[in-house]
């Protein structure tokens, strides 16, 4: 056997090898292998969008128990400060009710005081018109004895 004429029937032999491969089975091959490499890329460009999404989720998270946290400390201050004033004004109506009961007393005390120097001045005038009936019984002037015990009721 001839050496040159096998390696020219190797060669037309890989010749129509690679012609029936690009024909036939290369073109579908890198087109899976393009399918199968923009699948890959789509995974990753839909986990980056994920990873993205999940920072701005976090960041948003964040955002709305920051903003939850002030919202509760303004409450919690407008309440205290409520509280205060519920208090303050508590304790105006104290004082309002108090002065009103020591005005009260004090107007009941000056009507006691009255009513005692009323009953002093009656009990002071029948004094007088026992004493002035006994001085009556000795001397006998009775209208000048009466004009006398009135000044003295009215100075008393």
């Known amino acids: 056997m001839n050496v040159n004429a096998t390696i020219i029937g190797q060669m037309i032999t890989f010749i129509i090898l690679v012609w029936f491969v690009m024909k036939y089975v290369w073109t579908p091959i890198t087109a899976a292998m393009e399918a199968r490499s923009k699948k890959i890329a789509d995974g990753l460009a839909a986990s980056e969008r994920g990873q993205h999404d999940l920072e701005l989720a976090a960041h948003r998270a964040e955002d709305i128990i920051r903003q939850a946290r002030e919202k509760a400390s303004e409450v919690i201050a ?79």
Do not use: F, M
Request: charged share 35%.
């Open 78 to 156: 407008l309440a205290e400060k409520r509280g205060g004033q519920i208090v303050e004004e508590a304790k105006e109506q104290a004082r309002t009710e108090a002065d009103r009961l020591i005005a009260g007393a004090k107007a009941e005390i000056e009507q006691e005081v009255y009513r005692a120097r009323e009953s002093l001045r009656q009990q002071v005038a029948q004094l007088a018109v026992t004493g002035a009936e006994q001085i009556l019984r000795r001397e006998v002037d009775l209208k000048v004895h009466a004009e006398l015990l009135a000044s003295l009721q009215n100075e008393i």
